[in-house]
């Protein structure tokens, strides 16, 4: 009886190995993406209500942003706003000094989506809010 239960936990206690190591290749590449970049100076971050707009809300935020790209500098902001259901869902948008805008969305909290991150981008943005980066 002994020897049956060593055996059962030594088996279930590989079966966890290979799963914890099977873990890490299941992450998500543009959330590894997102950690791994260099980051940018910080614009900031804004934490939307439900119905509030950007543009009213963010407005220095954006300032610095459309400052940074008119310098051709880089720059970063995180902008949290909910989803309709209340679930929160987080937007990076990172200015390149090469006039880039790169959108990194985590919608890992997001219970009616794919629960994945997204990433788009867009080439000389004329408008920084709600960017139309043909996601």
Not at 7 to 12: G, H, I, M
Not at 36 to 56: H, N
Not at 74 to 101: F, H, I, M, N
């Amino acid at each position: 009886m002994a020897a049956v239960s060593i055996r059962a936990r030594l088996v279930a206690v590989a079966l966890m190995s290979l799963l914890a190591a099977g873990c890490g290749m299941l992450n998500d590449p543009v959330e590894e993406r997102w950690e791994s970049r260099t980051e940018f100076s910080s614009c900031g971050e804004v934490s939307l209500d439900q119905g509030e707009e950007m543009q009213k809300q963010a407005a220095r935020e954006i300032d610095c942003l459309q400052r940074a790209l008119k310098n051709g500098e880089s720059a970063e902001l995180k902008v949290t706003y909910p989803t309709v259901e209340g679930d929160p869902v987080r937007e990076y948008y990172r200015l390149t000094p090469q006039g880039r805008l790169e959108v990194y969305t985590d919608s890992t909290d997001d219970h009616y989506s794919d629960q994945k991150w997204s990433f788009a981008e867009c080439y000389t943005p004329e408008w920084l809010a709600e960017i139309p980066c043909d996601l």
